[in-house]
């Protein structure tokens, strides 16, 4: 019983995770904007690829005329022994050529295909990095990753062989129809005749194909989010003993998955046979009529081998062309989830003409701030209070009440849906972001750490920063003394989120990247909560001399941190109820004196 219950619910959170696919046309205007990022390369691999795509068509479509027509029509019956040899000769320079020609098109038409898909990855990124924090709230990191990864890995057939061929197949496709008229008119008619019915049975394929598609990018997109959120939480996975439960869940996405593209590739495939098929016809109709002119007189047998040979090249462009459609319903697919992350915009916008403040101040005002997460709950109400340029002020209150809304307006992750935030006078939404925030830096309680060496890890904050200044900043906050008892001291490798340091070294070295960042404005958001007691107090020692002539917003749950702090702001539920120094706040015998109380009993 407990089984079957365990099940359901497991198969309700998988076809809970389930998108919706989209049933609509292809859409030829958004095909085009995606070849629009082969026009860096117009004036040179595109040339150079479309110029040996027409000389390999021209070679093509010249050897059979001589095959046919000269060789056994002209040479071999005149027995021409002279012309025969130059034939001989001509044809294999010709292969040769082709040969040459052909390795050149692949070589070209990779390096384009791979070029082009650098530019949209490059450009997709870019772009990401570009978009507001709502963007990230509303999407799993595992989605974003397979739109940046595996749907543009699905474009690169698209772009290597597909563009090209597709011009190849187009020349190959109406030369070949032109010589076939010419050749024999009434047999070309009798073969194009299968043409409508070939065409008709195509057709009520493609919407199926192109769903098929859409629907496994989706499964493969909710693969790869499960994936990532099992691995990022599998220690949370094992602490409440979840492995069968996730694994089961997994299965069932597997399983979707499997599914999937068994019914793609299946429905793939039908169009592959059925052209060899509606091939095999004309053959057979070549075979039957065909002789039957030969006999009539109607066509010489050299003619007849030419239209042979001419015929096997009318099929191969038909059925490349159906594989290109094929290409075209995956790119279709995963174009329409790229170009739905390129169409997005950042919700916190750039002035039109924005403030650049070389060095700003750090004066802080809100006037009367509102703010929403979801258009519905406010997670601040008419917030005022001002914060002069060096100053520390610390947002004390309970989980929820705005602390964290306060830092990420200042820093401008999102924009205040009412009143104002002032930054040394000036609207914060008439600054310059890119030049806001390059003066503020951020220290979090979760506190990131990248791949790479510590010292690496530091130097982020500030790229072009020395050694000396790294391991200065690194002595300011007490973190020196430990990264010199690692291995390699400062050249150590961490790996993604340091997991081989202590969650208080990890807070140590986020520190000393902001501080090495010198920023106007500092914001510690809950900084010194992982952090041991000796260590916040070498932290505290440091920060009296770098916070000095800096704005600080200190945000933090331990409220012996901000005992110093020029002026405490409690807040609840996004209102302000209290606000003084540490002193006067207890004077008062109000919420901050009854916080403080009750932190002092947790301890005793």
Known sequence: MEETRRKKLILERFHYAQDQVIDKPFN?????????????????????????????TVVRLIIPILIGVYTLDKAIIEKDTTLLTQLVFLISGLYVLSYIVNALRIRWMNRLGQNVIYDLRKHLFTHVQTLSHRFF???????????????????????????????????????????????????????????PIMFFISTSLRKKIRLSWQQVRLIQSKMNSHLNESIQGIRVTQTFTQEKENSQFFQGINQENYQTWKQTVKKNAMFGPFVEMTNAVGTAI?????????????????????????????????????????????????????????????????????????????????????????????????VSFSIKAGETAALVGHT????????????????????????????????????????????????????????????????DASDEEVIAAAKAVGADSFINRLS???????????????????????????????????????????????AEVKIQQ?????????TAIMIAHRLSTIREADQIIVLDHGNILEQGNHNTLMAEQGVYYELIKAQYKMLT
């Open 286 to 382: 070549l075979i039957w009529y065909g002789a039957t002119l030969v006999a009539n007189g109607e066509c010489t047998m050299g003619e007849f081998v030419s239209f042979a040979f001419y015929l096997g090249m009318f099929w191969e462009p038909i059925s490349r062309l159906g594989q290109l459609y094929n290409q075209l319903l995956v790119g279709m697919a995963s174009s329409e989830r790229i170009f739905e992350f390129l169409d997005e915009r950042p919700i916190v916008k750039e002035a039109p003409k924005p403030v650049v403040l070389p060095s700003i101040k750090g004066q802080i005002d809100f006037k009367e701030v509102e703010f929403s997460y979801d258009d519905t709950r406010k997670a601040l109400n008419g």
């Open 137 to 195: 709230d509303q999407r799993s990191a595992g989605s974003i990753l397979v739109r940046i990864i595996n749907d543009i890995n699905s474009l690169q057939d698209l772009f290597t062989n597909g563009v090209i061929n597709l011009l190849t197949d187009f020349l190959l496709l109406f030369a070949t129809i032109f010589i076939l008229f010419s050749l024999n008119a009434k047999l070309t008619i009798a073969i194009m005749v299968i043409l």
């Open 400 to 463: 929820g009440s705005g602390k964290t809304t306060i830092a990420n307006l200042v820093s401008r992750f999102y924009d205040a849906t009412g009143g104002q935030i002032m930054i040394d006078g000036h609207p914060i939404q008439e600054l310059s972001i890119t030049n806001l925030r390059s003066q503020i830096s951020v220290v979090l309680q979760d506190t990131f750490i990248f791949s790479g060496t510590i010292m690496e890890n530091i130097r982020f904050g500030k790229p």
């Open 488 to 534: 390699n001291g400062y050249q150590t490798e961490v790996e993604e989120r340091g997991n081989v340091l202590s969650v208080g070294e990890r807070q140590l070295i986020s520190f000393a990247r902001a501080l090495l960042a010198d920023p106007k404005i500092l914001i510690l958001d809950e900084a010194t909560a992982s952090i041991d007691t000796e």
């Open 28 to 56: 030829w205007k958004q095909m085009w904007r995606l070849l629009q990022y082969l026009r860096p390369y117009a004036k040179n691999l595109l040339p150079l690829s479309f110029l040996t795509v027409v000389v390999s």
């Open 542 to 550: 440091a920060l009296k001399t770098l916070l000095k002539d800096r």
